[in-house]
């Protein structure tokens, strides 16, 4: 393009950008759109809001096939299950059916001692009268050893059967419930990648995708626009950029509004955004314009559109 040209479309794009009058600029509505996307790919099952539809927080936007995300939670969890219930029963010892167990044949082991103690001082006293053999005598003795021998082994072992699992047991399993836990945490963040919900209430700009179309991780399937992120964007001439400061309050006017709204100044550019091709000069600094942004209340940020041109006055 010839530099006659360009020094032309330049002149003429200030002169658009400069003011619309004494203390009122030109500029247009514009978004900040919010690309959501799962962190997961996956087929797109269903768009649950269509664009053009305004949604509140938490809204389900669409969702992924997660067949496989669902089954290795499944299996996460009955992991979880299953190591939780080996803790639980190392931590409390043998089963009670086999505590009952041992504690029965502790109980027949003490009446068997107790008859073969009586046996043995019955002989003892046979024995000084003649009436028994000292053979018959050693037997009932070592009857007695046996079976009071037997009574402490069942009692040790009862005590045993009550005993939680050894420490450094009990350690490693509850390093693999922890593991366990972990997982399932895991697999219920992979489900829940495979159904995007709305971070903030706003506009559904756009979707993406089609249904039954495949979605590598990290692209953007719906494309939101939040109240909160609708900003007003005007242009003002180097010589009245003094008059405006951050937080100052606006009058504003877009074409299909009846009525005016007010904004505040969000963000002053510190640098000119447009300058003619030429070397600065006094004559040419009168050209030098600024872009100023400036955030609508919420309530009247609904009803604007990005793209529209728009008005904006000094008070």
């Not at 010839?2 to 600029?25: E, H, I, N």
């Not at 969890?77 to 089963?95: F, H, I, P, V, Y």
């Not at 009670?96 to 003490?110: C, D, F, I």
């Not at 829940?192 to 209430?201: D, G, I, N, R, S």
Request: charged content about 25%; overall charge neutral; some cysteine.
């Amino acid at each position: 393009m010839p530099a006659r040209c360009l020094l032309a479309l330049v002149a003429c794009f200030l002169t658009a950008c400069g003011d619309a009058g004494d203390g009122a600029f030109q500029g247009y509505v514009e978004g900040e759109y919010v690309y959501l996307a799962s962190a997961r790919a996956g087929r797109l099952e269903a768009l649950t809001q269509p664009k053009g539809t305004a949604v509140m927080r938490d809204a389900v936007l669409c969702r992924l096939e997660a067949d496989y995300e669902r089954e290795a939670l499944n299996a996460a969890e009955a992991n979880l299950e299953s190591a939780k219930a080996r803790l639980e029963d190392m931590e409390l010892g043998r089963r009670p059916e086999e505590v009952s167990m041992a504690e029965a044949q502790l109980r027949q082991a003490k009446a068997d001692a107790a008859y073969a103690q009586q046996q043995l001082l019955r002989n003892e006293a046979l024995r000084m009268g003649g009436g028994v053999s000292q053979r018959a005598l050693d037997d009932a003795r070592a009857r007695a050893k046996a079976t009071a021998a037997r009574v402490a082994e069942l009692e040790s072992q009862v005590d045993v059967f009550n005993l939680p699992e050894r420490d450094h047991r009990l350690k490693a399993q509850r390093a693999l419930v922890a593991a366990e836990l972990a997982r399932v945490g895991q697999a219920r963040w992979d489900l829940a990648q495979k159904e995007l919900k709305a971070p903030a209430a706003g506009l559904v700009v756009d979707t993406l995708y089609r249904v039954g179309e495949w979605v590598a991780a990290g692209s953007p399937v719906v494309q939101l626009l939040p109240p909160g992120n609708v900003k007003l964007r005007f242009f003002v001439p180097e010589k009245q950029l003094s008059r405006l400061h951050p937080g100052m309050e606006l009058r504003c006017r877009v074409d299909g509004r009846e009525a005016d709204f007010s904004a505040r100044v969000s963000w002053i550019s510190p640098e000119a955004e447009y300058t003619p091709p030429i070397i600065y000069s006094n004559e040419t600094r009168s050209k030098l314009c600024f872009m100023v942004e400036a955030r609508p209340e919420p309530a009247v940020a609904v009803s604007l559109h990005p793209g529209q041109p728009l008005t904006v006055s000094l008070p």
